[in-house]
């Protein structure tokens, strides 16, 4: 994924491949990922071969089992590397602000940090 303009491309094999890295940087067999995510061996090796797309509930399981973040996992690169949610929210007209940050309220209850 490019995060240089307002539109994100996503890209299957550079996210399977990070997932891949991490996943062996952790010592994990696909395997051990499939059974920690829920998903089966073969729907993990697709998507780390960039054959099938990362869902969203699957991003949120993998940030927490690989103990990443989304932008590591997607290959977003910020040029501005103090980037700042609170910062970019502030950006937003007040409407839009509100919406997100009821999306992340509903992120955060719905995947506790554990």
Same mark, same amino acid.
């Given at each position: 994924?490019?995060?240089?303009?307002?539109i994100?491309?996503?890209?299957?094999?550079?996210?399977?491949?990070?997932?891949?890295?991490?996943?062996?940087?952790?010592?994990?067999?696909?395997?051990?990922?499939?059974?920690a995510?829920g998903?089966?061996?073969s %729907?993990?090796?697709?998507i780390?071969?960039?054959s099938?797309?990362?869902?969203i509930?699957?991003?949120?399981e993998?940030?927490?089992?690989l103990?990443?973040d989304?932008?590591?996992?997607?290959?977003v %690169?910020?040029?501005?590397?103090?980037?700042?949610?609170d910062?970019?929210?502030?950006?937003?007209?007040?409407?839009?602000?509100?919406?997100?940050?009821?999306?992340?309220?509903?992120?955060?209850?719905?995947?506790?940090?554990?």
């Amino acid at each position: 994924m490019y995060g240089g303009g307002n539109i994100l491309k996503y890209e299957g094999w550079n996210v399977g491949s990070t997932i891949r890295r991490l996943r062996k940087e952790k010592n994990m067999t696909i395997e051990e990922l499939s059974e920690a995510v829920g998903k089966s061996p073969s %729907h993990i090796a697709q998507i780390e071969q960039g054959s099938r797309r990362l869902g969203i509930n699957l991003l949120y399981e993998l940030i927490t089992v690989l103990e990443t973040d989304a932008n590591t996992i997607l290959v977003v %690169h910020r040029k501005n590397s103090d980037l700042s949610i609170d910062k970019e929210l502030m950006k937003l007209t007040p409407k839009v602000r509100i919406y997100f940050q009821k999306q992340f309220l509903n992120m955060i209850e719905e995947f506790p940090i554990k």
